[in-house]
């Protein structure tokens, strides 16, 4: 049987996390990168969201204010939350990242695993997120609304 307790912990990093990167985060006010950042930014300068917000695009020295990191490696200290927008055949170095970083939770709104057959590329993500422990939303999901 599963305790109660532990399920609510390893949920938590999804709706009250410490840190949050999004890995593709964008300039471009029509890509999902952008208004998934912009989103957790207004929430963080309205006192909404106290988790530390980090950008991550190679491209950007920063993105609405906010320092911009080439690579999740770059951030500084643990990641509790990675959100994922890139292509799908990334996820795997940036989950593999993910876990250098210590993540605990992970959503990919990235598209383009089992729902268009590529299977493997899924079990892969699954593989490495099981091996380090870490909790995953999706492949190709929306995120975690939470009103």
């Known amino acids: 049987m599963v305790e109660v307790g532990k399920v609510a912990e390893d949920l938590r990093p999804f709706f009250e996390p410490s840190s949050i990167a999004v890995v593709g985060a964008s300039r471009h ?24 917000l980090y950008p991550v695009n190679p491209k950007a020295k920063s993105i609405l204010g906010f320092d911009c990191y080439p690579s999740l490696r770059r ?7 990675v959100v994922i ?5 990334l996820v795997p170095e940036i989950m593999r990242d993910a876990a250098r970083k210590e993540a605990r939770a ?37 995120g975690v ?3």
């Open 106 to 142: 992970i959503i990919i709104i990235s598209p383009g695993f089992s729902e268009v057959g590529n299977h493997e590329l899924e079990a892969a993500v699954v593989r490495i997120g099981r091996d380090a422990g870490m909790r995953i939303l999706g492949p190709n999901c929306v």
């Open 29 to 52: 006010v029509n890509k999902a990168g952008h208004v998934i950042f912009k989103n957790l930014a207004e929430n963080k300068r309205k006192g909404l969201l106290r988790a530390e």
């Open 145 to 147: 609304f939470d009103p």
């Open 85 to 89: 927008v890139v292509p799908a055949r």
């Open 75 to 81: 951030v500084p200290g643990p990641v509790e939350l």
